[in-house]
């Protein structure tokens, strides 16, 4: 378990399944502590144990297994107040309360807002705590989730809302598949000195079994392909090396269908 100080609240980083995180957020006031997609119920016992708190919250940030498959024997252990988006209800486990962008959950010591970021599948959310974002399958380190349910448009939509916030802010994704990524944004962006910096530096790390995340916003818009359109000079460049239009939209797409079979 790894953790980091924030200013209101500590998270804590477990590895659990394959390549999942799951995070457990520690408010500094109060007695709130909640966990964010809990993969395995066991992992997240342990690390309530090594804390010596009670588990008080779950949040969801989309309805697939390896996100919500520890909600029902959580619940039955601690008795936790389980969260997850309104518009995906009926398929989020146990869940108690449903939020959304206008109606963001209440939690004592944390000041949590909503993103609606559909794309990966269609009732997807993710949560904004101060500088820190817990997105999910949405955004990864130097990559994004697969478009599932949702449309390429609707992706490129969230990833636009996640490229929006403050630079600084912590990027908590759900898996640990920097390297991989970053293996394909080399291929697609072979000039980008900040991309460079990162394989180094991120290989480094992995090396010495630690995790790449959480990354930044800042990080993720110099150096992950899928928010390179952003970028002007990249969108053109790779533009007219594949012969499509230059619109941001049409590149993401072009980048994602790619990678899916990369």
């Known amino acids: 378990m790894w953790s980091y100080q924030h200013q209101y609240f500590c998270v804590h980083q477990i590895p659990a399944l394959n390549d999942n995180y799951i995070y457990l957020i520690e408010a500094i006031e109060g007695n709130t502590l909640a966990v964010v997609d809990p993969a395995d119920a066991s992992v997240v016992n342990q690390a309530c144990k090594a804390l010596n708190k009670p588990l008080t919250h779950i949040l969801n940030t989309h309805h697939h297994w390896d996100h919500t498959d520890g909600n029902n024997a959580l619940k039955k252990h601690w008795g ?12 989020i486990p146990c869940m108690d309360e449903q939020v959304s962008e206008s109606c963001p959950p209440q939690i004592e010591g944390l000041n949590i807002q909503v993103l609606e970021v559909s794309g990966h599948t269609i009732g997807h959310i993710a949560y904004v705590m101060d500088d820190a974002l817990f997105c999910g399958d949405t955004l990864f380190g130097a990559g994004c989730g697969r478009v599932f349910e949702g449309t390429h448009e609707q992706m490129w939509e969230s990833l636009k809302k996640l490229a929006a916030l403050a630079d600084a802010t912590k990027v908590y994704c ?83 269908l790619s990678k899916d079979t990369w």
């Open 174 to 256: 759900a898996h640990e598949y920097t390297l991989p990524n970053l293996r394909f944004a080399r291929n697609v962006d072979q000039h980008n000195q900040a991309l460079e910096e990162r394989i180094h530096t991120d290989t480094q790390t992995r090396m010495q079994k630690k995790p790449t995340i959480p990354s930044s916003i800042a990080l993720e818009k110099a150096t992950n392909p899928f928010l390179r359109p952003l970028q002007a000079e990249f969108m053109q460049n790779y533009a007219t090396q594949h012969q499509i239009q230059a619109n941001p939209l049409q590149i993401f797409t072009h980048l994602r």
């Open 80 to 91: 936790c107040h389980i969260i997850g988006a309104a518009s995906d209800a009926k398929r």
